[in-house]
């Protein structure tokens, strides 16, 4: 099976701007998850999809939204960019169905700068 | 409320050596807990996983981990280091109330010829 995919893999913004990164899971996963990865705040959750709903949420402001499709792809979507939110944006799907053991599987990230 | 505590921010061993790699979980629930490896501009690779099937369990390339409830730790060890084995090691929880995984703040093996 492929894995799961992020796009794009590098991105520069500035500050104000908005940016929205795609993410499409592994065939058959439905749970869809976002995490940012910093230096100094560490591997931080941001929310799940699962079925086109978001099902859990971090401790993020609502510039950090995301959304979820009918065939499981998602995009988060941050507005208003600071340069604290600088990061590398990891994606993860996981099978959310019976025997489930919740292990999540990652893309390779999408790294955004901020400037 | 979850928590994960990786004891060593860095980790340097010489090739060859035992590798061993400290967590330390708090859940309230029976958690399920993981070992993820992430190499330089990488996302993050799954070693191994609890799932309470078993307290000693394997991961792929030579990994092991053993779940102690009593200590509520969960340490990676590897017998012998391999210079590929250089990397940032996660251990990470999650509980039943929802595909969240918590993860510790991570710890950097450095290998040693």
């Known amino acids: 099976k492929a894995g799961v995919t992020q796009t794009p893999r590098y991105l520069i913004k500035t500050r104000g701007q908005q940016v929205t990164l795609s993410c499409s899971p592994i065939s058959g996963h439905r749970s869809v998850s976002w995490y940012q990865q910093t230096p100094g705040q560490g591997l931080q959750f941001l929310f799940e999809y699962f079925s086109e709903t978001q099902r859990n949420k971090g401790n993020f402001p609502g510039r950090f939204s995301g959304r979820q499709f009918s065939n499981s792809r998602s995009e988060m979507n941050v507005s208003t960019l600071e340069l604290g939110d600088s990061a590398l944006y990891l994606c993860a799907s996981s099978y959310d169905g019976q025997g489930a053991t919740y292990e999540q599987y990652f893309g390779p990230g999408t790294r955004l700068t901020v400037t | 409320a979850q928590s994960v505590t990786q004891l060593g921010s860095h980790v340097s061993v010489s090739e060859g050596a035992l590798v061993l790699l400290r967590c330390n979980y708090s859940s309230s629930v029976p958690p399920y807990l993981f070992w993820y490896v992430q190499y330089p501009n990488q996302g993050l690779q799954l070693l191994l996983k609890y799932t309470s099937a078993a307290t000693l369990v394997k991961g792929i390339n030579g990994f092991e981990a053993e779940f102690k409830k009593s200590e509520t730790s969960f340490h990676l060890t590897k017998p012998s280091a391999h210079m590929s084995d250089a990397a940032e090691y996660f251990c990470?929880?999650?509980?039943?109330?929802?595909?969240?995984?918590?993860f510790g703040g991570g710890t950097r093996l450095m290998v040693k010829p």
């Open positions: 990470a929880v999650i509980s039943n109330a929802g595909n969240m995984l918590t």
